[in-house]
């Protein structure tokens, strides 16, 4: 867990260090995150991620920052669901499929089932990508699934889903 580094892959043999773009280039450009041409009309979203890997924490919230979301991240779906109840408003919800203690689906099914939270988004994270993990997926309640490093298709859930709000604003 060192700054400025997502972690390491084996890339045709050799280890290699994957760095966190989204450290390094508030270093380089210091007005990066709040220049103009970066603002987006979803920069008022929040949203929550869940995951219990530190590494796809760490890579998928810089990217969600650096395309104008509020991120707050928990490590667990209880710690995700905490955030829920705690009062923070959030426009929309990402979680992993794969958690120990409370799956993905029993997250989603649990956020269903609570009358304050029921018409959240939810959009399923999985690095399995299925018809039938999809089709559970719908019936547990997620709006959409997106393989999770699908950085473009994540973005255009999200933009899909958020839609309605975009036109509020």
Known sequence: SQEGLLGSAVIKGQATEVIDVGHFLPMAFADWFTRKDMQRTSLTLAVLLVD???FFRN???PVLKAAGYRVRVAPSAQEGLQALRSGQSFDVVLTDIEMPEMNGYEFAETIRAD?????LPIIALSSL???AAIERGRLAGFHDYVAKFDRPG?????KEQTAELHRAA
């Open 52 to 54: 219990d890997s530190a």
């Open 59 to 61: 890579m998928l919230a």
């Open 115 to 119: 009358q304050h939270l029921g018409s």
């Open 129 to 131: 990508v299925s018809p």
């Open 154 to 158: 994540l973005i255009a859930a999200l």
